[in-house]
Structure formats: structure tokens, C-alpha cells
């Protein structure tokens, strides 16, 4: 995951929306001229999820979370390429974002069902 280049691994983390705008090209030809750089290819591309599905998704009673990304150690040769972002990043975004932030649903639900709804 992420580049291989290392003049690249500064957009590790950034969607192609920004990267197009610091590089000043349209998202399609920042995509190509990546992948070319970088000597990589693409994998996938999901445009899967709007804003406004996710909250309604969260609001569902029903609906627990979990993540199935392992959470590799933050040093040594770990850090040398990047992990997906589900391996940290979904449960303080769920709390952070959508909890504390936006109050789509409260910090006792959000808890709930992060550990027992599932069991």
C-alpha cells in the first residue's frame, strides 16, 4: 500500500482531489501521471459511500462496527509504508466525527456497539 517512490510517499494519505490541486492537473491525468511515476499499478478504485449514507447507516440500531484491518506497530520497519486506514483510523473517526463532532448517534451507543452489539 501507498508509493514506492519516496518523492511520492508525501501524498501518502491524500485523496486524488488534493493531489490533482497541489499538482495543478485534473484528477485524471494526476492518476495516470502517478501510477507512471511511481513505476506501480492500480489495484482498485472504490467510489462506494456518500457522507449522507454513511450517517444513515450509523443511525440504524442494527448496525455494529468492527474493523478487519490488523494494527501493525507505529515503528521500525512498520512505518516504512503506509497501512490502510482501517487499521486505526475507523474507530476514532466513528467517535471523533460522528460522535463527538456531528452527534449522529451518542457516545454510549457508539461504545455499545463497538463491543457488545456484536457478541
Known amino acids: 500500500m ?7 510517499k508525501k501524498f501518502t494519505g491524500k485523496t486524488l482531489a488534493e493531489v490533482s490541486k497541489i499538482r495543478g492537473k485534473s484528477p485524471e491525468e494526476t492518476a495516470c501521471d502517478l501510477v507512471i511515476q511511481d513505476g506501480s ?7 462506494l459511500m ?10 440504524l440500531p ?7 484491518a490488523g494494527a501493525l506497530a507505529n515503528e521500525g520497519d512498520f512505518i516504512k509504508s503506509s497501512t490502510h486506514p482501517r487499521a486505526y483510523g475507523n474507530f476514532a473517526r466513528l467517535l ?13 451507543e457508539a461504545i455499545r456497539r463497538l463491543s457488545s452489539l456484536a457478541l
Open 2 to 8: 501507498g508509493f514506492k517512490a519516496d518523492s511520492l
Open 41 to 47: 499499478r492500480v489495484g482498485t478504485v472504490y467510489f
Open 50 to 59: 456518500s457522507e449522507d449514507n454513511v450517517k444513515k447507516q450509523i443511525k
Open 62 to 68: 442494527y448496525v455494529s462496527f468492527g474493523s478487519d
Open 96 to 108: 471523533g466525527k460522528y460522535v463527538r463532532e456531528e452527534k449522529v448517534i451518542s457516545l454510549q
